[in-house]
């Protein structure tokens, strides 16, 4: 029976209990199954990520879906280099977040659960919009004042109350803190049932490869769902012998906002020392990301390792991916931008992995402004 564990103190909860974080001491959940994963488990019946429902917290039978996920994973050759792109722009709200959000708003379903709140930057937003939609419930979103408009008209499309909020990202954070007193947190960050939707980023990696794991696998990195995820379920194909290694994790911050880097470089080092700016790269302009101490464990575990990318590299890459046909989003291209360092952190015959996590429709006012600043 999977069950909820207080990753501060081990209280233990029912995994059916509507809580999410701990109740004793306000600690962050983590979700612990316990199964055996074998290639027998995939049922190719299925498509998208719910092929993987055994390995998943939530019965198919109540899988709130749009059928997403297998996005595809292309081969991008460098010189002599085995290098992948993994299409998580191609979701049904343009963004990888949508794993998470199925999981989890299938979880809110089977709890009876009729009203949620979340805040975001935007795509984690839209997508538990998106889901919410469909099933039904009312879901009520807090973003920072600055939100992109495209991601703003696309939250109300779904039907989202959406509270946008002075300051930020943190003072997002905190007004729907205090709204989370009386409805149900379907927080990409706070909330573990989130990381068992991105988990399948790493079952989807490893099945399209042939049942082989990328040596080196380059992901954004703001609150780590990605990258949580992707460790998460990695781990559990390790934990099961379906893998003899983990990926090397390369997490990619954008150098206006990069407290993870420091910490990783400097473990001393304090979050009041992070400066925060504006940068192209917003979804990942986190400056207190509330599970950095997972995040900085899973680099650890993985023998990898984080970076930072400037605004001016990450227009190169948007240039880069446009002129492959490829129109991606900011924050989504911030991976590609990292890879000459990716490159410089692997060996000729290591196959890397990029993520491109958003589509640039979600951006199309910073993108139409690079361009014109091109031309």
């Known amino acids: 029976m999977p069950v909820l564990r207080c990753s501060s103190c081990g209280y233990a909860y029912d995994y059916r209990e509507p809580v999410w974080k701990c109740n004793q001491c306000g600690g962050l959940l983590d979700l612990e199954m316990d199964f055996a994963f074998t290639r027998d488990w995939i049922d190719r019946a299925v498509p998208g990520l719910w092929r993987y429902h055994k390995a998943l917290p939530v019965p198919l039978s109540k899988a709130i879906t749009f059928q997403e996920g297998m996005t595809p994973l292309t081969a991008f050759p460098v010189d002599d280099r085995a290098v992948y792109l993994k299409h998580d722009h191609l979701f049904q709200t343009g963004s990888y977040k949508d794993r998470g959000a199925s999981v989890l708003v299938s979880h809110i379903q089977t709890l009876g659960i009729r009203s949620v709140v979340e805040d975001s930057s935007g795509n984690a937003g839209c997508a538990i919009a998106a889901y919410c939609a469909k099933a039904n419930i009312t879901c009520e979103i807090f973003v920072p004042e600055k939100t ?151 680099l650890k575990d993985s023998r990898g390792t984080i970076v930072s990318v400037s605004d001016d590299e990450i227009k190169a890459a948007l240039i880069k991916l446009g002129k492959m046909g490829l129109y991606i989003e900011p924050t989504g291209a911030a991976a590609m931008a990292a890879l000459n360092q990716a490159i410089q952190f692997s060996s000729k015959k290591e196959i890397i992995v990029i993520a491109l996590t958003g589509h640039g429709l979600k951006a199309f006012e910073k993108l139409d402004l690079i361009l014109h600043h091109r031309s």
């Not at 790493?202 to 995820?229: C, H, I, K, S």
């Open 148 to 298: 992109a408009p495209a991601k703003l008209s696309q939250l109300k499309m779904y039907g989202a109350l959406v509270r946008k909020i002075p300051g930020s990202r943190e003072e997002t954070a905190s007004a729907v803190h205090n709204a989370a007193k009386d409805k149900y947190y379907a927080s990409h960050c706070w909330n573990a049932f989130f990381f068992q939707g991105t988990k399948t980023f790493a079952y989807e990696v490893w099945e399209q490869l042939g049942g082989r794991v990328p040596d080196v696998l380059v992901l954004p990195v703001g609150n780590g769902t990605l990258l949580l995820g992707a460790y998460i379920g990695f781990s559990e194909l390790f934990l099961c012998g379906v893998i003899q290694k983990l990926p090397r994790i390369i997490g990619v911050q954008s150098a206006a906002c990069n407290p993870l880097e420091r910490m990783f470089q400097y473990p001393d080092a304090e979050f009041a020392s992070t400066t925060w700016q504006d940068t192209l790269a917003e979804g990942i302009a986190i400056a207190r990301p509330v599970r950095a101490k997972q995040i900085l464990q899973a």
